[in-house]
């Protein structure tokens, strides 16, 4: 197979990756469109099995491709390069979360769903201005609303900020990244320790330093060796493991997440090292969901919540469909006219997910 031709399959493989880890999170947050005995039934579910480490690994995939997009060009902190870099994130990031953090405060002047809390405009203003400033994960932890899912992309975004200043450390950059890793494994200091889990990003770091050593083409050859038969099986056992290992840890707060991450880095590790796209044709509808996964998160809840206001004496079957249902065409309509005209219109093109590879390239292209 061609190089161009391994990449397409990776790509394929981590953006399907990307589907499955915003429908993880949609089953997490499944309570939002359910009402009485029904919410109660998910919640018991939820104390089995906990689809949140769809989070987990977001935060892998963006930790590895923090690898990918810069430290593959840049070894060393460079005042340009690290412009260039918050240039980027800030395009894509910033106005999709003010946007939908500002519809947030539709809330205060509708009446909510049956049985969901009412909010006052203040605490709804909290929690846009804490969204806007990637503050929610600290607003959360004050703050408990149904909108407190901004929190992750607040941790992505401190993440992006810490990442480049890490680079000052010269030789002492991965001696630190370890030790972060470390630090919030066993002795994380924030609380609620869930909030401020970026276990995965620092993680997805390390898999990528390990991904461009020249052993691991050892491993990235019996990965290739493997059918994708069991490349599906392995990856789905470790995707529930990771689901359950996270409520059988609970008790052991930030190992927990470290842990989860670290069986998610097997399925990760099975889609960036295949060079065929693993869940073929089938595939494609997750791969079209991991296209919108951004701009799915941002809106999910606030739309799932303004079809409640309309359809909460609905039967639960026409209601979750048609609350997904127009999730997924709002995201589309998110990801076209705010996400994607800001990420094409850089002025310089990073290779993101549709680049992204596990060997350091050889030449430039």
Same mark, same amino acid.
């Given at each position: ?78 005042? +340009?390069?690290?412009?260039? *870099? =918050? ?6 990031? /910033? &106005?999709?979360?003010? $946007? !939908?953090? %500002? @519809? ?49 992309? +607040?941790?992505?975004?401190? *993440? =992006? ?6 680079? /000052? &450390?010269?030789?002492? $950059? !991965?001696? %630190? @990244? ?188």
């Amino acid at each position: 197979m061609s190089d161009a031709g391994a990449r397409h399959g990776k790509n394929r493989n981590i953006q399907f990756l990307r589907g499955l880890a915003i429908v993880l999170v949609l089953l997490a947050h499944g309570s939002v469109m359910l009402i009485g005995a029904e919410a109660v039934w998910w919640d018991g579910v939820l104390q089995r099995f906990l689809p949140g480490v769809g989070v987990d690994l977001f935060f892998l995939i963006s930790g590895f491709l923090m690898g990918v997009t810069f430290l593959r060009k840049h070894r060393q902190f460079d005042a +340009a390069a690290v412009y260039g *870099f =918050y240039k980027k994130r800030i395009r894509r990031v /910033l &106005l999709p979360t003010w $946007f !939908w953090s %500002a @519809v947030v405060l539709l809330f205060a002047v509708l009446e909510p769903p049956r049985g969901a809390p009412s909010y006052s405009l203040d605490t709804l203003l909290g929690v846009t201005a804490s969204a806007a400033f990637f503050l929610a994960n600290v607003f959360n932890a004050l703050h408990e609303t149904d909108f407190g899912y901004f929190w992750s992309i +607040a941790l992505e975004v401190q *993440f =992006y900020l810490l990442f480049p200043l890490l680079l /000052l &450390l010269g030789r002492a $950059f !991965w001696p %630190a @990244v370890i030790g972060i890793v470390l630090w919030f494994s066993f002795a994380n200091p924030f609380a609620p320790e869930w909030l401020f889990r970026a276990n995965g990003l620092f993680l997805g770091l390390l898999l990528w330093k390990l991904s461009s050593l020249e052993s691991f083409r050892l491993v990235e050859r019996d990965i290739e060796a493997m059918s994708p038969v069991s490349k599906v099986l392995v990856m789905g056992l470790a995707v529930l493991a990771a689901s359950v290992l996270a409520i059988a840890l609970e008790p052991f707060a930030s190992f927990r997440w470290a842990a989860t991450t670290l069986v998610l880095a097997i399925p990760f590790m099975l889609a960036a090292c295949s060079g065929e796209a693993i869940f073929g044709a089938l595939s494609r509808p997750l791969e079209a969901i991991g296209q919108v996964s951004f701009s799915l998160y941002l809106c999910h809840i606030p739309v799932c919540l303004l079809c409640m206001h309309w359809l909460d004496d609905q039967p639960v079957l026409p209601r979750v469909a048609l609350c997904v249902t127009v999730s997924l065409i709002v995201a589309g309509l998110s990801y076209r006219y705010i996400e994607r005209p800001l990420t094409e219109g850089a002025v310089s093109r990073e290779p993101a997910i549709d680049e992204v590879g596990t060997r350091a390239p050889v030449r430039s292209r």
